[in-house]
């Protein structure tokens, strides 16, 4: 028996969240009694792993693989499942997770739950709590079918140290054939994406016109965040769409989002809900999102930005 | 071009979301009810294709008696017939099953849905239907055209965007820029009339087997009050974030 984890890497380096889903699949498998089996595909540095617990890596080289075919990917985690005999196998919850994820589960013939925000709470019968009703709302959900399959929600676990010395192996599994081609890839470049970031910086309809966002990139820049806005923003064609977050555009789950001049409606409070830590600046006091909020400042943007990215380059410069 | 939409009947975003009976059923109590808004993108994308390519456009959803309403409305925006599974859906695995079986029995060859239900957010079923049709698939998709026999599909990834193609048949997963919010629409008065005459189906179920049993739900701990920081101290802030929040 075995708990399989997919650890995901972009040009051969490990995503962030590959560690969380690393640190979440042992302790996984020590409640299971039994071992952490990470599968990687082309990754360069296969060591970093066992850190976060990985007693083994199976390792997958191929240049078929170089493009992520979700179809293709399903079929090396369901042989690699197999060979492992593994009862639990976790995936992350970004763009290629949760498409690869139901047909993982189909592979196998296994019960999937998506959103997983914390470990089981039994192991027999296998119970996972999963966020539902865009974070309103939490669903204690039992697997039924013998293999489990889930995608860890991001930032929910963390990343854990837990050091085993580990071993790698090589896995060449068969390559399913595919009739879908991947013609190009756009990647929005040289910035942090929503969904990788820390830390996002959001704003919204209170900036005023798309020509005072020097501002928040300044300090997204100085925070390593991402950029972000509501909805209005980018139905005005002030920002692009892709930076829209709410129910209908992109979810958040960072550690820090701060919302610059949005009232927080609640579409957008839908999207956000997943954010550990809220900061809202905004001039009405009575604006809703003060009660999502953990931290907030009534005040103009275009005094309290400008201060707080001041107070950041200072606090940056203490603690360099 | 055979298009199937699958529908989930869903509370509106606005709703309270509360449960009763011990927190394991969610409360519908005075609560609206509506096409799933990612599952609106894809009836309205499937609309388009019927204006412009000819295609027909069947909706289905697997659910009781209850999610009627929701599919009349499908067909008052213009889907020509509607198909009901007559099964309480309470997991994807078992509700891509239920839709396997209809999209068999139908040789649809474009299928679309939204890439997640607002409410259990599984995010699921268009996935596994395709695994389990073994049709090509498509997720978090933003764009799609048809052109004969070819589909060229964009879909989100994590800081961008990848541009895709094959042939039908296609089960994709939409959201938001399959068509934009300004593109949805509401039904008028002759289409709801229409919607009357036309043809809702109610199919039984193969009783296909759960993955997942959900056993409760819960709310998120009320969390504290905000800590308000006068604007004069932004100083404040900064320290809070980081000895108190611990995120910077």
Not at chain 1, 158 to 178: D, R
Request: charged share 20%.
């Amino acid at each position: 028996m075995s708990v399989l984890v997919f650890a995901e890497s972009s040009e051969g380096k490990f995503k962030k969240s590959s560690f969380e889903l690393t640190s979440y699949g042992k302790k996984v498998a020590e409640q299971l009694g039994t071992n952490l089996v990470v599968l990687t595909i082309n990754a360069t540095e296969n060591e970093t792993l066992y850190k976060y617990g990985a007693e083994k890596v199976l390792q997958v080289t191929s240049e078929v693989l170089a493009t992520f075919n979700a179809k293709k990917v399903a079929n090396v985690l369901k042989q690699a499942a197999e060979k492992e005999n593994s009862k639990v196998v976790i995936v992350d919850s970004n763009a290629n997770g949760l498409y690869l994820a139901p047909l993982v589960a189909v592979n196998l013939s296994a019960g999937f739950a998506s959103n997983v925000m914390a470990l089981p709470s039994s192991t027999s019968p296998f119970t996972v709590k999963r966020k539902a009703f865009s974070s309103k709302a939490f669903n204690n959900c039992k697997i039924s079918t013998d293999i489990k399959v889930i995608s860890l929600s991001k930032n929910s676990y963390g990343v854990h140290e837990n050091e085993v010395s580990g071993s790698i192996e090589g896995f060449s599994p068969v390559i399913a054939t595919s009739n879908l081609s991947s013609e190009k890839i756009e990647q929005t470049t040289g910035k942090v994406t929503i969904a990788d970031a820390d830390i996002v910086v959001s704003g919204g309809r209170g900036l005023k016109g798309p020509e005072n966002w020097g501002m928040v990139e300044d300090l997204a820049s100085i925070l390593g965040a991402a950029t972000a806005c509501s909805k209005p923003v980018s139905d005005l064609g002030w920002r692009p769409h892709s930076e829209h977050v709410g129910q209908t555009g992109k979810p958040v789950a960072s550690n820090l989002y701060i919302a610059i001049g949005i009232s927080g409606a609640i579409q957008h409070l839908a999207g956000i809900n997943s954010s550990k830590i809220k900061v809202v600046i905004n001039t009405d006091a009575e604006a809703p999102f003060f009660k999502a909020a953990d931290y907030g400042i009534v005040g103009d943007a275009f005094e309290v930005v400008p201060k707080l990215i001041e107070k950041l380059k200072e606090f940056k410069a203490n603690n360099a | 071009m055979k298009i199937l939409v699958c529908i989930s009947h869903v509370p509106d975003t606005t709703s309270k979301v509360n449960f009763t009976e011990n927190d394991t059923k969610f409360d519908s109590n005075g609560v609206q009810f509506v096409i799933n808004p990612y599952d609106e993108f894809a009836l309205t994308r499937a609309m388009w294709f019927k204006e412009k390519q000819g295609a027909t456009v069947t909706v289905v959803n697997v659910g009781n008696a209850s999610t009627e309403p929701t599919l009349r409305k499908a067909l008052a925006i213009g889907a020509d017939d509607a198909i009901r599974v007559n099964i309480e859906a309470t997991d994807g695995f078992a509700v891509a099953k239920e839709l396997a079986e209809v999209v068999k029995n139908g040789s649809y060859n474009l299928v679309l849905a939204g890439k997640e239900s607002i409410d259990y957010n599984g995010g699921m079923v268009p996935g596994m239907l395709a695994s389990l049709l073994d049709y090509n698939f498509v997720n978090a998709c933003i764009s799609l055209e048809i052109d004969g026999e070819k589909a060229t599909i964009s879909r989100e990834i994590d800081g961008g965007k990848e541009v895709l193609s094959c042939n039908l048949p296609l089960i994709v997963a939409g959201q938001k820029g399959l068509v934009e919010e300004k593109d949805l629409r509401i039904p008028n008065m002759r289409g709801i009339m229409m919607a009357r005459k036309k043809p809702l189906i109610v199919v039984e179920s193969i009783n296909s087997e759960a993955g997942t049993i959900s056993v409760s739900f819960e709310k998120p701990t009320a969390k504290s009050a905000c800590k308000m920081i006068d604007a004069d101290n932004v100083g404040e802030l900064v320290n809070l974030l980081h000895t108190e929040a611990k995120v910077i």
